[in-house]
């Protein structure tokens, strides 16, 4: 047996004592931080369902198991519409997963690579922890479904999204912003415009936030003095011919008939084409105005999943994982998935919707398989078809199918809120939800603009000398720019690749590549730094051209000591020996800083070169370059009588004569610069240097 394939074979059925032991003796990669029985990737109903499954069935047997969800709370969705309307507040549908799953271990983070053949998974806890790996025997997939709004134009920067709380307080806010604003204005019209609200989508979101909209709207306009009751608007925009077709054709009709009633606009057959800032543009050509739009359409399969897909890791069907009744993944021994991320099959044929109620079942069915196959008993399938579904339109209406029987009015309405009110995990969040219900039948809604306080995309900091930004391995968050002070990069071993100062900025190689520090990053005195968040930096480089080939350019001076130990390699060996003195071009074009534009202008015409050494009485004290003398021209009238001092010179890099051609190479590679300096002692111009003057060879004096 390989020592790869040992390590496999220990990692999957010994602990993590024994797999030390024979990493120690084999001198192989170092253990996974931590070790888990069984690791769930998703906080959502599959997820969490699973691992109660698995702490109720492995009582006394010690069985390790971690939920790893980017929240450490489970998102009740189907209650996210009523968090918009003020119905609930938004911490009533959250369940921390730690109180849920009791005896599992939480761990907060992002997954960002899975090593199926050694049963690894990396883990990005955040900005402040680094990058660590899990072990684990048995892994359970459920991250649920991802977004994708980039295939409408406009879509992504403009929509607002109904996928977790913090976007339901997002909406909230914001409508309610809009009418605070709307109360200024003195325009009927001008208020219209502010206050048209677009909803996308006609399935249970789309119904249910357009209904809790005008909700919300009408409950709290008797506030707004200034405000009519007929400059509010809300529409719903549908591709299909009736709204929610996972019910009965009349049932879904009504649900039109009572929206419609309530104010909300229908629009069907419709597909949205593009989205900007005021408008909301259909694919029959008409325009709709809107300041604010909400998008619940859209899914696509997630990121983590696409990936393992790729890589031929995982079987995928439509984007989905293609999994076995049982929840196994089809062909891959020891891996199960559930929920939206799943192609989860009916036993009476078909495959599950992705709603709660499958997601919930799918995830304790594979809880029990995983016991099952643990304790090596047969798996048993997934029996479950549905027992119907529930929609709230909102002014105390809602609709059911459920059993096969149809529900409407008032009595689906109770329905909906008893049976949600039940699935409510928790009895503390039960409790809350019945009282907040309650006292909304009697009370107006809640119209605090709460605004919520979202990360800025950039973020200043004080460094204390000695402070450390970052190390190398970390993963890289931001750019980082100093406002004061300094900061030093620093190689492993210790050496300078780049010291930044007022006006520089760093962190941009990281953020191009692999999104991991190569360096350490180390204050060497009192310094400020903008940071600017990585996803905004890189939003920045893809839309403008300009920036991109910028940060592209100044990431070339971060080498390591490899890549530069390469490039000296290349050099001719007689090369490698010599000095700055035996490689540099002597015979220099330069000006005097006294000449003018004009005697620049003949130099150029003279010796045709980009960049020409600026001295005072010999001594080196700038470079000009023809670009900037080009500009100079054209931004002063075409006149060539000024001196060559005024105009704005670059810093030259400077070596002395004896510097030794690897030290060269590096500090050209580090610096960033295409040229070198060549002065004596007292700054006087001797020659110049470029990389390809490195590889002719030594010149003969």
Known sequence: MTNEAAARFLIRHFSPSTWLAFCTHSHMTKLPDRQFDVAIIGGGFAGVYCAKELLKRSVGSGLRVAVIASENHMVFQPMLPEVVGGSLAAQHVVNPIRIICQGAEVLKGEVTAIDLATHVLTLDGGACAPHFTIGFKHLMLAPGAHVDLSRIPGMSEHAFLMRNVGDAMKLRAAIISRMEEANLLTHSQQRKDLLSFVVVGGGFSGVETAGQIQDLIAGVLRYYENIQSDE??????????????????????????????????????????????????????????????????????????????????????????????????????????????????????????????????????????????????????????????????????????????????????????????????????????????????????????????????????????????????????????VKKGRVDITDAQGQIVKTCGPGEHFGERALLSDGVWRFDATAKEASELVAIDGETFKTLVKSIGSLDTLFRASAQQYHLPEEIQQTVAAIPEATRSATAADVMTRDVASLESSATVQDAVTEFQTHPHSTYPITDGGRVVGLLRRSICYEWLKNHGLTCVDKLSALPLTKPFCVTSDTPVPTLVQTLMRTGVSKAVVVDDQNHLLGMITLFDLLKGVRQA
């Open 232 to 481: 509010p608007s809300v529409t719903l925009v549908h591709s299909g011919d009736r709204l929610l077709g996972m019910l009965s054709e009349s049932l879904g009709d009504y649900t039109g008939d009572c929206l419609a009633k309530m104010g909300v606009k229908l629009v069907f057959k419709c597909r949205v084409r593009a989205v900007t800032a005021r408008t909301v543009q259909l694919s029959d050509g008409v325009s709709l105005n809107c300041s604010l739009v909400v998008c619940t359409v859209g899914n696509a399969p997630h990121p983590l999943i696409q990936k393992l897909g790729a890589a031929n890791a995982l079987p995928l069907e439509r984007g989905k994982i293609s999994v076995e009744p049982t929840g196994a993944v089809k062909g891959v021994e020891n891996v199960w998935s559930a929920g939206d991320c799943a192609m989860y099959p009916k036993h009476n044929g078909g495959t599950c919707p992705e709603t709660a109620q499958f997601a919930m079942r799918q995830g304790v069915v594979v809880g029990k398989n995983i016991v099952a196959a643990i304790e090596g008993k047969k798996l048993k399938p997934f029996t479950f078809t549905g027992l119907g579904e529930l929609a709230t339109i909102g002014h105390r209406k809602a609709v059911a199918q459920i059993l096969g029987l149809r529900f409407s009015g008032l009595i689906a309405w109770f329905m909906w809120r008893s049976i949600y009110l039940m699935k409510l995990p928790g009895i503390d969040r039960k409790l809350r939800v019945m009282a907040e219900w309650t006292f909304e039948l009697f009370f107006p809604r809640d119209i605090n603009l709460l605004t919520p306080n979202f990360s800025s995309p950039l973020g200043e900091m004080h460094l204390e000398p000695g402070d450390s930004l970052f190390h190398s391995g970390e993963p890289a968050q931001s750019l980082y720019a």
